[in-house]
C-alpha cells in the first residue's frame, strides 16, 4: 500500500528539484526515510510540570525519566526499546564542524549509568560551549516499544519552540504523532491552544492528554471544557484524559480494573493504531499535510512574481504605452482648449474695451451737455478745451491700462491650459501704456460762433422800439391823443430793450448748441481712433499668443510622440517576455495543483481517524 503515498512523495521531490528548493527537497527526503521506517516516533510535549515525564514512564510501565520535585528536562530524552536497560547520551558536532568535513555528521555516544540518567536529563554532563545538539537515548525492554514504538520527552516550554530551543522544532518534523500534555488542574491556557493551533497547521496527528486525573475530583468537567475550548479554537484533536500514577499503581499490583480507571488503554490503544496505520492511513495523512506545506511555500513565490509582474504591467512599460497615449489625448484637447480660451477671451476683451470707452465718452459728454446748458462758449472756451483735452487724455490711458492687465490676464487664461507640461510658458512679451497718447488725441478748435454785436443790438432794439410805438400808438389815437405820445415811445422802449434780451438768449442757445454738436464730433473722432488703435493692440496680441502656443504645442506634439514611439516599442518587447514568464508561472501552479489533489486524493476516500475519548 505504500506504493501510492511513495509516488506521491517521489514526485514531490521532483517538484521541489525543478523548483530549485534543497531545503524543502531534504524536507521531503526526511519525510519519506521516516514513513518507510517502521517505527512510530511520539513526540511528548507541553508546559513544564504538565506531567510529560510521568506520562512517559506510566506508558513503558518503568521509570526511565526522572521525575520529582526540583528534576527538570533540560535534554530531549529518547526512549526505546533494548533488550536490556542502557542509557547514553548522544551529541552532534556543531553545524559548522559537519559542513567543513564535508559528510554527515558524526554522532558522539557517551554510555550514561542508570543511575546518572537524572544528570544527563538535566544537561550537566553536557559541555556549555563547543558542542552540537544532544539528547539522552534510553532503552528498556518492553513488548509496546519493541512492536516499533519509540517516545520522545522534550523540555517543558511554554511555545513549540520556547525553552525547549530548536530541538523540539526539529523533533516535531521527524514525529508520527504528538502528544500535547496538559494537568487536570486548571484549563487549556491560551498558550496551550495556541501551541495546538501551530501543531494541528504542521502536523497531521496531533493528541491532547489530560494528565493528574487522580488529582482532581471534578476531572471530567475539566475535559468537558477543555473539548469545548477545543472545538471553539478548531483545533481537530482528540482529548484523552489519563493518570500516571494509577497506570503505575495498576502496573506493581497487576490491576486491570485500575488500569482501566487510569485511562491508559485508550491512549495505549491509540497509539497501536497510528503504529499498525503508519505505513497506510497515517502516512497517507502525514503525505497530504506535507504536500500541503510543499506546495505552499512553492506556490507563493510564483504567486508574488504573477502579482509583482502584474503590477510591473500597471507601472512598467505597457503602464508607460497607455500614460503616452492618454499624453496624446491630452495634448489635442488641451490645443483644442487653449485656441478656444484665445478667441473667446480676446473677443470679451474687445467687447469690454469698447463699452468701457463708449462709457468713459458718454460721461464727458454729459458733462459738456451740463456745463454748456448754462456756460457761454464765448466766455470759457479755453478753459473748457484744456478740461476737454484733459479728461479724454485720462480717459484714453485708463483704458488702455486695462487693456494691458486684461491682455495680461488673458495670456495667463491660456497658459493655463499648458501648466501640466510646465511653468514657463508665458510669452516673451511687454505691453504697456503709450506715452503719447496726449500726441495721439485730435485736436478740437474752436467752432465759429456767431457774436451779438452793437449795430446788432441797435437794429433788433429799432425792430422791437418801432413796432411797440406803432402799436400803442393806435391804440392811443382811439382817445384823442397823438400816435407819438410819451406813452407810445415808452412803450416802444420796452419792447426794443426785450426783442435785444430775446435775440442774445437765443443766440446763446446757438453757440451751445454749435459748440456742444461739434464736442460731440470731436469726442466720435476720439472713440473711433481710440477704438481703432485697441482693436489693432488686440490682433497684435492674439497673433503673438497664436503663434507663441502654435509653437509650444508643436514643440510638445514633437516630443509626446517621440515618447509614444519610445514606450510602444518597449511595450512590445517587455510584453512578450512577461507573456512568456507568465505562461511558464502558470504550467508551475497547474504542475502544483495537480499534485496538490494527487496528494488530497489520498485521504479523500480514507476514513478519518477515530476520536477516542474517555467515557463519562
Sequence with gaps: MAGIWLDVLDELAGTCTAHGRADLLRTVRQKRAQLLDPALRVLVVGEPDQGKSQLVNAIVTAQVCPVGDGRTTVLPTVVRHAETASAALVRTPPEPQATTAGSPATVERTQLPLDRIAAGVSGTLVPRSGSGPAHVEIGVPRALLGAGLVLVDTPGADGVAGSGGAAPVAALHRADTVLLVSDSTRELSVAELNMLLHLTRSHPNVVVVQTKTDLVPDWRAVADRNRRHLQEAGVPAPLIPVSAALRMRAAAGDDHQLNTESGFPLLIARLRRDLAGKSDTLARVSVTALARAVVEQLAAPLRAELDNQQATEREGPIARLHAAQREVDELRRCSTRWQNTLVDELGDLLSDVEYDM??????????????????????????????????????????????????????????????????????????????????????????????????????????????????????????????????????????????????????????????????????????????????????????????????????????????????????????????????????????LARLYEQAQALTAARPGPVLLEQPA
Design 358 to 591: 463708449r462709457e468713459r465718452t458718454r460721461q464727458i459728454l454729459r458733462a459738456v451737455d451740463e456745463a454748456f446748458d448754462t456756460a457761454d462758449p464765448l466766455t470759457g472756451w479755453d478753459v473748457f478745451q484744456d478740461w476737454l483735452e484733459r479728461s479724454l487724455t485720462e480717459a484714453a490711458r485708463e483704458n488702455h491700462e486695462w487693456l494691458v492687465q486684461r491682455c495680461d490676464w488673458v495670456a495667463r487664461r491660456v497658459a493655463s491650459n499648458f501648466a501640466r507640461y510646465g511653468h514657463h510658458v508665458l510669452p516673451p512679451w511687454s505691453m504697456a501704456v503709450p506715452d503719447d497718447l496726449a500726441d495721439r488725441l485730435p485736436q478740437l478748435e474752436c467752432p465759429p460762433v456767431d457774436r451779438f454785436t452793437l449795430s446788432q443790438k441797435l437794429l433788433t432794439g429799432m425792430k422791437g422800439s418801432y413796432g411797440g410805438m406803432l402799436m400803442f400808438g393806435l391804440a392811443l389815437t382811439l382817445a384823442g391823443m397823438p400816435m407819438i405820445n410819451p406813452v407810445s415811445v415808452g412803450f416802444g422802449a420796452l419792447l426794443g430793450g426785450k426783442s435785444i434780451r430775446d435775440e442774445g438768449k437765443q443766440m446763446l442757445r446757438r453757440r451751445q448748441s454749435t459748440v456742444k454738436a461739434a464736442v460731440q464730433r470731436h469726442v466720435d473722432d476720439f472713440f473711433v481712433a481710440m477704438t481703432k488703435d485697441c482693436r489693432d493692440t488686440v490682433r497684435q496680441v492674439q497673433r503673438l499668443l497664436r503663434d507663441h502656443f502654435t509653437a509650444l504645442t508643436e514643440e510638445l506634439q514633437e516630443s509626446i510622440v517621440e515618447s509614444l514611439r519610445t514606450a510602444k516599442q518597449a511595450a512590445e518587447t517587455d510584453a512578450a517576455v512577461r507573456d512568456r514568464r507568465q505562461r511558464e508561472i502558470r504550467a508551475k501552479m497547474t504542475g
